[in-house]
C-alpha cells in the first residue's frame, strides 16, 4: 500500500473518532450548563471543555470566550477552527476522497453523505435543528461508519491503519477527559447530596460509560470506580487499556514479519496499563499517569511515520 | 442568422423547438425502443428520477472541479436520462474509422520522432513540426514499447446528417470523460432497468479491464513478474480527480501523486508501507510539462524528478507518451486524412471537418472575410475556451479575431459552423432537442486496438447552442450501441 493511502486511513479513522468524541463532550457539557449542573461556576463547565479538547491557541486567539454560544461555534461548526465536528468530518472526507481505491463504496458514500450534510450548517441552522439533535446525529454517523467499514471492506492493512487512527485517537481522548476531571472535580464538596453523581456521571457520559459502569459495579459513583473503568477495564471498548490492546492487535497485523518499533511502543503501553493497579495509580498521581499516557500516545503517532513512511 | 439545417438522431426533424406534436412513425430505428419507453412514461416520472439521479452522483461523489472557481469547488456535470443510440451498423463504421485513424495517428508519432519520412515525402512541412512547441526533441531516437505512442485515445465526433460522422478533435494527451461513459450507464441501468429490457444494448463495464490489459502489454520489456501499473494523478484539486480515483479503483491498481514516486538506479518506485516498490507503466493523468522539474518546468510540485531519464533509458512505461501533443493539436489536425493516406495506404473512413489554416495566405484571407460565418479556434486551445462562434458573435468580438489572427496566424484554424446533430432532452420545458456530439475512447496495447462500444455523450444544454463543454454548461448523455 501507498504510504500517503496509510497516511490517509490513519486521519480517516482520527478525525471520525475524534467527531464523535467532540460531540459527546459538548453534548454532556450542554445538559449540565442547562439544569445548572455547570460546576463550580457556569465557566468552569466551558473550561473543562476547553481543557479536555486540548487548549488549541486559536480559541483565545480568535477572541472566543468562556460561553456557551463561542465554545458551540468553534468546536461543533467553525470551519476555520482545526478542532470543531464540522473541521473533522470535512477532514476525514478529504482524506477518504483520496481513498476511493482501496476503501468499500458504502464507506465512501457513508462519509461523503455525511460531509453533505454538514457542509452548509450555520449556526443559525444549528440553532434551528437542536443542539442535542446535532450531537446525536454525529455519533450515529461516526457509528455508522465504524460498522459499515467493518463489515464492507476487506480486513487487510487498509482497515489495520484506520483502525490505528481510531484508537489512538480514542485513548487520547479518554485520557485527556479523565485527567481534566480529575483536577477540576478534586475540590468538589461532597457532602452536597448528589454532587458526585452528577458530577461523575457526566464524565461516564461523556466517555460513552454510563451504562457500563453500573452493569460493572451496580453501586454507587466514586471517582475512583471511574478512574479504574476508564483506565484499567480491559472489557470496556473506551478504557485506555482496550485501546492500546487494539493498537497491539493491529500493529501486529500490519507488521506481519517485522519487528517494529511502533510494535514495541505499543506493547509498553499496554503492559503498562494491563498490570496497573487503580490504587497505586490513585496514590502515585493520577495526573502525572495519564499524561505518561497521552505523551506514549504521541510518541507512537511518531513512530508510526518512521515505520511505514508515512507523515503523521 | 439562419440556423442551418441538422438532423434529430431520434425524429430526423431538423427543428429546435419541443417535440409536443412528433410522430411515432418518424422515429429512426435505433431509437424505437426509447420511443415506446417515452411514450409510455409519465413525464412526471422523468421529472422525480432527474432528481434521483442528481441525488446518486452527488452522493457517489461524481464531481468535476471548475478551473477559476474557487480550490476545491466540485460541481456536478448535468446528467440526461435520455440516452443517445447508436445502431450496429453505425458503430462498426465508426470503431472502424477510429481505429484506422489512431492507428495512422501512432505510426506519424513514430516517424517524426525517428526518421521523419513524412517530411521528405512532402505530407507534412518541416517547419510545422519545428515551430509547433508541442513538439518534444527529448523523444527524438527513443523506443517506445510496441511503437505505442497514444495507449489511451478520445476523439470528438460529430454528426452532420445521415450516414455522415466527422472528427472534430483528436484528444491524444490526457483525454478524460471514460468515467462518466461509465457512471452513466450504471445509473442508467439504475433508475430505468425496464427500458434496457427492450432494447439489446452492448455494455460498456469491462472497459477497466481492457485499459488495465492495454497498460500491462506495453510495459518494458525488463519488468519482472506481473508489471505493476499505477495511476498518476496531479491530486484532488484537479478537475478530473474523481476519474482517476474511478479508473484506479477499477482497474485494482495504486493511483499515486509525484510525491509517492522516486527514481533510483534507472527506475520508478513506489513509496509503500512495506518499502519501495518498483512500477512498472505508469497511465499518467498530468501534463508533459508537469511530468518532471528536472526536465520541464522547475517549479511544477506534481511530477517525479528524474522521470524523463529513467523513461527515455525504457526503465519505465508512461502512457500516453510523452510528445503526443504534436499529433493532436488544432494545427496538425488537418494533416490527418493525409497521414492515414500516407501511413497505411488507405482512404479515411471518417473525415475531417474541412479546415482553414490561417497561416495560408489564401487560407487566412477567407477566414478574415468570413468570420461571421466561422467557427475559429485556437491551435493549441482546448475546452472550448478562446473560440469565436462566428454567427453568434458581435461585431466587436470579430473585430478582436481579427486582430489575433493578424498577428498569430499560426495559432488559429477555422471551421464552417456545423449543424451538429441533436437529440431530444429532457428541459425545463419538457423534452426538446439539443446538439450533441460523441467521444469514443481507443485502446491501444502491444496486441492492437480496441475500442469499448460507447463512449461520452455531451449535450449542450441551452437552446441552440454548439458548444458541449462541461466547462461551459454542458452536460452528458448515456450512450447506447445495440447489438443488433
Given at each position: 500500500m501507498l504510504s500517503r493511502t496509510a497516511d490517509n486511513l490513519y486521519w480517516t479513522g482520527r478525525y471520525i473518532e475524534r467527531a464523535e468524541n467532540l460531540a459527546r463532550v459538548l453534548d454532556v457539557s450542554h445538559r449540565n450548563s442547562l439544569l445548572g449542573l455547570a460546576g463550580p461556576t457556569p465557566e468552569s463547565e466551558w473550561q473543562d471543555v476547553l481543557d479536555i479538547l486540548g487548549n488549541p491557541k486559536q480559541f483565545t486567539e480568535r477572541g472566543c470566550g468562556l460561553n456557551e454560544a463561542d465554545i458551540m461555534q468553534f468546536f461543533a461548526i467553525d470551519t476555520e477552527s482545526p478542532c470543531s465536528i464540522k473541521f473533522c468530518i470535512h477532514g476525514a472526507r478529504e482524506s477518504a476522497r483520496a481513498l476511493r481505491a482501496v476503501i468499500s463504496t458504502e464507506m465512501w458514500e457513508s462519509i461523503n453523505t455525511t460531509w453533505l450534510a454538514v457542509r452548509d450548517l450555520d449556526e443559525a441552522g444549528l440553532r434551528a435543528r437542536g443542539l442535542r439533535?446535532?450531537?446525536?446525529?454525529?455519533?450515529?454517523?461516526?457509528?455508522?461508519?465504524?460498522?459499515?467499514?467493518?463489515?464492507?471492506?476487506?480486513?487487510?492493512?487498509?482497515?489495520?491503519?484506520?483502525?490505528?487512527?481510531?484508537f489512538l485517537e480514542r485513548g487520547d481522548s479518554t485520557a485527556r477527559l479523565l485527567d481534566t476531571k480529575y483536577q477540576s472535580l478534586a475540590g468538589m464538596d461532597a457532602e452536597i447530596t448528589g454532587a458526585t453523581y452528577y458530577a461523575w456521571g457526566s464524565v461516564l457520559r461523556q466517555a460513552s460509560s454510563f451504562r457500563a459502569y453500573h452493569q460493572t459495579y451496580r453501586d454507587v459513583i466514586t471517582p475512583e470506580r471511574v478512574a479504574e473503568l476508564l483506565i484499567v477495564r480491559p472489557e470496556l471498548p473506551r478504557s485506555l487499556r482496550f485501546c492500546a490492546m487494539q493498537m497491539v492487535e493491529h500493529l501486529d497485523a500490519l507488521a506481519g514479519t517485522r519487528d517494529l518499533e511502533a510494535q514495541r511502543l505499543a506493547g509498553e503501553l499496554h503492559a503498562g496499563l494491563r498490570f496497573a493497579r487503580i490504587d497505586r495509580v490513585l496514590d502515585k498521581g493520577i495526573h502525572e499517569f495519564l499524561a505518561d499516557v497521552v505523551q506514549r500516545i504521541a510518541d507512537l503517532s511518531a513512530q508510526l511515520a518512521r515505520d511505514f513512511l508515512m507523515t503523521v | 442568422m439562419t440556423t442551418p439545417a441538422f438532423l434529430d438522431e431520434m425524429y430526423g426533424l431538423s427543428t429546435l423547438e419541443s417535440f409536443a406534436d412528433r410522430k411515432s412513425t418518424q422515429v429512426r430505428a435505433p431509437y424505437q425502443a426509447i420511443e415506446e419507453w417515452l411514450q409510455a412514461t409519465d413525464p412526471a416520472v422523468f421529472a422525480r428520477k432527474r432528481d434521483e439521479a442528481d441525488l446518486i452522483f452527488r452522493r457517489v461523489g461524481i464531481t468535476f472541479n471548475v478551473y477559476g472557481d474557487n480550490a476545491g469547488t466540485e460541481r456536478l456535470i448535468p446528467f440526461d436520462i435520455i440516452p443517445r443510440v447508436l445502431s450496429a451498423a453505425e458503430w462498426s463504421h465508426l470503431a472502424a474509422g477510429l481505429v484506422q485513424r489512431v492507428k495512422a495517428l501512432n505510426l506519424f508519432l513514430h516517424d517524426i520522432y525517428h526518421a521523419q519520412e513524412v517530411v521528405r515525402a512532402g505530407v507534412v512541412p518541416e517547419a510545422h513540426l519545428l515551430r509547433n512547441s508541442l513538439f518534444r526533441p527529448e523523444m527524438k531516437g527513443v523506443d517506445v514499447p510496441s511503437n505505442v505512442y497514444v495507449h489511451i485515445a478520445g476523439i470528438d465526433i460529430v454528426r452532420v446528417e445521415e450516414g455522415s460522422f466527422y472528427v472534430l478533435e483528436d484528444n491524444l494527451r490526457t483525454p478524460s470523460g471514460v468515467s462518466y461513459m461509465l457512471q452513466n450507464?450504471?445509473?442508467?441501468?439504475?433508475?430505468?432497468?425496464?427500458?434496457?429490457?427492450?432494447?439489446?444494448?452492448?455494455?460498456?463495464?469491462?472497459?477497466?479491464?481492457?485499459?488495465?490489459?492495454?497498460?500491462?502489454?506495453?510495459?518494458?520489456?525488463?519488468?519482472?513478474?506481473?508489471?505493476?501499473?499505477?495511476?498518476?494523478?496531479?491530486?484532488?484539486?484537479?478537475?478530473?480527480?474523481?476519474?482517476?480515483?474511478?479508473?484506479?479503483?477499477q482497474m485494482g491498481v495504486e493511483l499515486a501523486e509525484g510525491q509517492d514516486l522516486f527514481v533510483r538506479d534507472n527506475a520508478v518506485y513506489m513509496r509503500t508501507t512495506l518499502g519501495p516498490r518498483r512500477v512498472d507503466?505508469?497511465?499518467?493523468?498530468?501534463?508533459?510539462?508537469?511530468l518532471d522539474p528536472l526536465a520541464f518546468r522547475p517549479d511544477s510540485m506534481l511530477g517525479v524528478p528524474g522521470l524523463l531519464s529513467v523513461y527515455r533509458n525504457g526503465g519505465v512505461t508512461l502512457a500516453?507518451?510523452?510528445?503526443?501533443?504534436?499529433?493532436?493539436?488544432?494545427?496538425?489536425?488537418?494533416?490527418?486524412?493525409?497521414?492515414?493516406?500516407?501511413?497505411?495506404?488507405e482512404k479515411p473512413i471518417l473525415g475531417n471537418v474541412p479546415t482553414y489554416r490561417c497561416a495560408l495566405d489564401a487560407d487566412r484571407a477567407y477566414v478574415l472575410e468570413h468570420l461571421s460565418e466561422l467557427v475559429v479556434k485556437q491551435t493549441q486551445g482546448s475546452g472550448g475556451y478562446g473560440m469565436l462562434i462566428g454567427p453568434r458573435s458581435t461585431r466587436e468580438e470579430q473585430a478582436k479575431?481579427?486582430?489575433?489572427?493578424?498577428?498569430?496566424?499560426?495559432?488559429?484554424?477555422?471551421?464552417?459552423?456545423?449543424?451538429?446533430?441533436?437529440?431530444?432532452?429532457?428541459?425545463?420545458?419538457?423534452?426538446?432537442?439539443?446538439?450533441?456530439?460523441?467521444?469514443?475512447?481507443?485502446?491501444?496495447?502491444?496486441?492492437?486496438?480496441?475500442?469499448?462500444?460507447?463512449?461520452?455523450?455531451r449535450v449542450a444544454l441551452k437552446k441552440g447552442s454548439l458548444v458541449v463543454n462541461s466547462s461551459q454548461g454542458g452536460g452528458t448523455k448515456d450512450t447506447w450501441v445495440l447489438r443488433s
Open positions: 439533535e446535532f450531537y446525536d446525529w454525529v455519533k450515529d454517523r461516526s457509528h455508522l461508519f465504524r460498522g459499515v467499514s467493518h463489515g464492507t471492506t476487506l480486513h487487510n492493512d487498509a482497515f489495520h491503519f484506520l483502525r490505528m487512527g481510531t | 450507464r450504471a445509473v442508467m441501468m439504475r433508475l430505468f432497468p425496464q427500458v434496457f429490457a427492450k432494447a439489446q444494448v452492448a455494455p460498456v463495464d469491462h472497459y477497466s479491464q481492457e485499459l488495465l490489459r492495454c497498460l500491462r502489454s506495453v510495459a518494458p520489456p525488463t519488468a519482472e513478474g506481473e508489471p505493476t501499473v499505477v495511476v498518476m494523478t496531479p491530486g484532488p484539486y484537479n478537475s478530473a480527480y474523481f476519474e482517476h480515483t474511478f479508473l484506479a479503483e507503466v505508469i497511465y499518467r493523468r498530468i501534463d508533459d510539462d508537469s500516453n507518451a510523452i510528445g503526443t501533443g504534436v499529433a493532436d493539436d488544432k494545427s496538425s489536425y488537418p494533416y490527418v486524412p493525409d497521414l492515414i493516406n500516407f501511413y497505411l495506404g479575431f481579427r486582430e489575433l489572427i493578424a498577428a498569430h496566424p499560426d495559432g488559429y484554424i477555422a471551421q464552417p459552423t456545423l449543424a451538429l446533430s441533436s437529440c431530444p432532452t429532457f428541459v425545463e420545458e419538457g423534452i426538446a432537442p439539443r446538439h450533441i456530439d460523441l467521444r469514443p475512447f481507443v485502446l491501444t496495447g502491444a496486441n492492437g486496438s480496441v475500442v469499448v462500444p460507447g463512449g461520452l455523450t
